[in-house]
């Protein structure tokens, strides 16, 4: 991915997010940086990129501010700006439950997991302001299914 791609991207990202209440600017813009630039990385050959985008996120130590609980990695965690304060809090907090109906046959349905709502999350915020993106992963990974889910 170019340094300009990463660039658009952050900010057709901050687009859809700031149409939203903002309670921390800079929560919101490290948000986007993170799923901008680290969204695409996947893992290959048993390396899994996007632990090692994490580790090297949260060992930048310029950066005070937002703080990132050191249970799993950043991508575990979305940006709660409900309250008063900006915080981190995990994706598995807004995962709804649903109740399977033995008449849908079950390549229509798509199980929320963590890892499916945050996908969802930044793809329907790109979708918000006309943005493309790319699903990459494995076959058999859940791409189709999830924009299934989405449609």
């Known amino acids: 991915m170019s340094k300009m791609a990463m660039v658009i991207t952050i900010c057709k990202a901050l687009d ?3 149409k939203d209440k903002v309670v921390n600017l800079e929560y919101t813009f490290v ?3 993170i799923w901008a630039i680290g969204a695409a990385f996947s893992e290959k050959d048993g390396d899994d990129y ?3 985008f ?3 996120w949260r060992g930048q130590t310029e950066w ?3 703080k990132f609980p050191a249970k799993g990695t950043i991508f575990d965690f979305y940006i709660d700006q409900s309250g008063d304060n900006a915080k981190p809090e995990e994706w598995v907090k807004i995962v709804k439950t649903i109740e399977y109906d033995d008449v849908t046959p079950m390549q229509n349905i798509t199980v929320p997991t963590p890892e499916t709502v945050s996908a969802s999350q930044y793809i329907k915020n790109l979708i918000l302001v006309g943005h493309p993106s790319l699903l990459v992963g494995m076959a058999g ?3 189709t299914q999830l924009l299934k889910g989405l449609l």
């Open 54 to 56: 994490s580790s090297w």
């Open 64 to 66: 005070k501010v937002v």
């Open 16 to 18: 859809g997010l700031l």
């Open 50 to 52: 996007r632990k090692v």
């Open 141 to 143: 990974s859940g791409k």
């Open 31 to 33: 948000y986007a940086c």
